[in-house]
C-alpha cells in the first residue's frame, strides 16, 4: 500500500515562528503536492512538485515556501508564521499523468494531514 | 484561474434516501476524480471520468462526466450510515494540477 507520512499531526506555533511541515512518500511517486484545508474552502493547492528540485506556485502560494531535495520528501516551510495560516494541512503524492508511455490515473494519494495552529 | 464548484455544500439526509452532488468547471476538463473523507480521516480517492458522457457506478454510488466536460456529478442511491462524509470533486487541466472543489458533507439521520 502506498504510504504518505506528515511528521506531526498537531503544532502549536507562536505568530512569528519559522514552522516546517514535512511529508516522506514510499511509492516512487514523481509528484507531490501541499495542500491546505479551511471548511467551507475545499482543499487550496499551495505548492506541487513534478521531479526533485522542480517545484510550481499553486493557487495561495503567498507566506510558504517548499523544498523537494529528494524525490521521497517534500517539505512545507512557513518563514513567518501568521493566524491566518491556522489550518488543516494535507501533502500528497501520485504518479504523473502520462509516464513512461502509460496514462497513469493520477490519483493523489494523501497523508493524514497536520493540523497547524498559529497563536 | 481555473475553479470547479461543487454544490451543494451540506446535505443531511435519511438513511435509505438518495444523495447527490454537483461539479462546475467554467472550462473543459481532462478529467474529473471524486474523493471521499471520512470525518478525522484524509480524502481517498473514489474514481477517475476522462470520456464526454462517462458514467461510472460503484455499488450504490454513480458517477457521470458531462458531454461538454465541464460538469460531474456523484449520485449514491439509498444511503447508508457508512456513506457520511465529504465528497469532493477536483477537475484536472492539462497533465498535473488538480484543483478540487468546496466539497459536500454528507450526513445522515439512521
Known amino acids: 500500500d502506498v504510504k504518505v507520512t506528515q511528521s506531526s499531526r498537531y503544532l502549536v506555533k507562536r505568530t512569528g515562528e519559522k514552522v516546517f511541515l514535512e511529508c516522506v512518500q514510499d511509492?516512487?511517486?514523481?509528484?507531490m503536492f501541499w495542500y491546505r484545508q479551511d471548511p467551507g474552502l475545499g482543499l487550496r493547492l499551495i505548492y506541487f512538485?513534478?521531479?526533485?528540485?522542480?517545484?510550481e506556485k499553486g493557487d495561495i502560494p503567498e507566506g510558504y515556501s517548499v523544498s523537494r531535495e529528494k524525490k521521497e520528501r517534500f517539505s512545507l516551510i512557513l518563514e513567518s508564521a501568521s493566524t491566518n495560516q491556522t489550518s488543516m494541512y494535507l501533502c500528497?503524492?501520485?504518479?504523473?499523468?502520462?509516464?513512461?508511455?502509460?496514462?497513469?490515473?493520477?490519483?493523489?494519494?494523501f497523508g493524514e494531514g497536520s493540523r497547524l495552529t498559529v497563536l | 484561474g481555473q475553479q470547479v464548484m461543487q454544490i451543494p455544500q451540506y446535505q443531511h439526509v435519511q438513511e435509505g434516501e438518495d444523495f447527490t452532488t454537483y461539479c462546475n468547471s467554467s472550462t473543459t476538463l481532462s478529467n474529473i476524480q471524486w474523493y471521499k473523507q471520512r470525518p478525522g480521516g484524509h480524502p481517498v480517492f473514489l474514481i477517475q471520468l476522462v470520456k464526454s458522457g462517462e458514467v461510472k457506478k460503484q455499488k450504490r454510488l454513480t458517477f457521470q462526466f458531462g458531454e461538454a466536460k465541464k460538469n460531474s456529478s456523484l449520485h449514491i442511491t439509498a444511503t447508508q450510515t457508512t456513506d457520511v462524509g465529504t465528497y469532493f470533486c477536483?477537475?484536472?487541466?492539462?497533465?498535473?494540477?488538480?484543483?478540487f472543489g468546496q466539497g459536500t458533507r454528507l450526513t445522515i439521520n439512521p
Open positions: 511509492m516512487d511517486h514523481e509528484n
Open positions: 477536483a477537475g484536472l487541466w492539462g497533465a498535473q494540477k488538480l484543483v
Open positions: 512538485s513534478y521531479d526533485v528540485k522542480m517545484k
Open positions: 500528497a503524492s501520485s504518479f504523473p499523468r502520462l509516464a513512461g508511455g502509460y496514462e497513469n490515473t493520477g490519483e493523489l494519494f
